[in-house]
């Protein structure tokens, strides 16, 4: 209320650092935040943290642009919970770097263990939580404080009970091409309302869009973007999935371990001093890539997810067209599966253990 009443008397009262949490319920202090910038240019005094990206809000006086560095938290990354962060490099920069090979030493496959860690998810919170029942408990009202809370920060929505039940529905559907018409089906709303609140729900951290690789080099390439859950914990809290159904519903075992992969080689690249942007491929005759990660704007890697623990040469048919396409511009291509094994398939092609996504 203080915030809201005094907004330059109160930034004006700040010590020389602080934080403020869930900044986006005021956006009136962005002005005097701007003020107090502009009069002293000492970086870090002031870290603003929020559940919501504070740029989508529409209240917002100033967008602080020239004066504010943006920083998204992910979840916590597998080798952040395996405590190997900091102590060598990740999976994402051996694989722009692979000139001298990505092999290594034979590894163990992982089983029902890697559904444990998608059912698990990355929120701190809910991994404290020593019971699959609690961290879904956790996760589901999660979930509903940030839609109660947060979402009415960013837009006026008069049926928000949709929104939980909508991101069900496109967790059921994560790793897939998005769908407005599907989406839709269920809950009797047109294809524009469904695309603004799947929009919000990027905005809030609880989904991802990927957007479609393009080329000059590539006709007949797919153009839809594909559609992830933000974290795979919480999608199968939605789903009401332990680790032991997750396992034994293998169709959606392997969308939610294409999301898994996405997930961990963001929170890696996020660390990273180059931008990587990410994008999935498809064309038309269904030759596919799951991630493309493109370093800089020059230097691209492409990884496929499988579920399975036999890699074959047909599983490399849509990055060896990314190969061609991109000639040397392609670092590195992978197929991840839950093998033991690091085996060469062709030049740059490479089959590897998923969870050296982790370890070294």
């Known amino acids: 209320a203080a915030a809201e009443d005094d907004p330059v008397g109160f930034v004006a009262d700040l010590p020389g650092r602080a934080v403020l949490d869930e900044v986006q319920r005021v956006p009136g202090l962005f002005t005097a935040l701007k003020a107090a910038v502009d009069r002293d240019r000492t970086p870090g005094r002031f870290l603003l943290t929020g559940s919501a990206n504070v740029l989508f809000v529409p209240r917002l006086a100033d967008s602080l642009a020239g004066r504010m560095e943006l920083l998204r938290l992910h979840p916590l990354a597998q080798h952040e919970l395996a405590g190997l962060a900091g102590e060598s490099s990740t999976f994402v920069e051996r694989a722009f770097d692979a000139k001298d090979g990505l092999a290594g030493a034979q590894t163990e496959r992982m089983g029902a263990a890697l559904a444990e860690r998608m059912a698990a998810g990355g929120y701190p919170s809910a991994l404290s939580r020593a019971l699959p029942r ?5 996760y589901r009202d999660y979930v509903d404080t940030l839609v109660q809370r947060d979402v009415r920060d960013l837009a006026a929505i008069h049926n928000l009970d949709v929104l939980p039940r909508l991101l ?18 269920p ?30 080099r590539m006709s007949r390439l797919v153009k839809t973007a594909k559609i992830h859950a933000g974290d795979t914990g919480v999608a199968c809290a939605l789903l009401g999935l332990g680790p032991d159904e997750l396992w034994n519903d293998r169709a959606l075992y392997g969308q939610m371990l294409e999301t898994f992969v996405y997930g961990e080689l963001r929170r890696q690249a996020s660390g990273h001093e180059d931008p990587i942007a990410f994008y999935h491929m498809r064309d038309r005759n269904g030759a596919e890539v799951d991630l493309v990660l493109e370093r800089s704007g020059r230097a691209l890697v492409g990884i496929e997810v499988k579920a399975a623990s036999t890699v074959r040469s047909k599983d ?5 067209k990314l190969q061609e396409a991109t000639g040397e511009r392609f670092a590195s291509g992978i197929v991840l599966y839950d093998g033991e ?8 092609l490479w089959a590897v253990p998923i969870r050296r996504l982790w370890e070294p």
């Open 168 to 185: 069900s529905v496109v967790a059921s559907q994560t790793a897939h091409l998005m769908n407005l018409a599907g989406l839709s089906g």
């Open 187 to 216: 809950f009797q709303l047109t294809r524009p309302t469904i695309r603004e609140y799947v929009t919000l729900l990027e905005q809030v951290f609880l989904l991802d869009r990927l957007a479609p690789w393009h080329s000059n």
């Open 134 to 138: 609690r961290r879904k408990a956790w």
């Open 341 to 348: 094994l690091t085996l060469p398939f062709g030049d740059r």
């Open 316 to 320: 490399f048919v849509g990055l060896r």
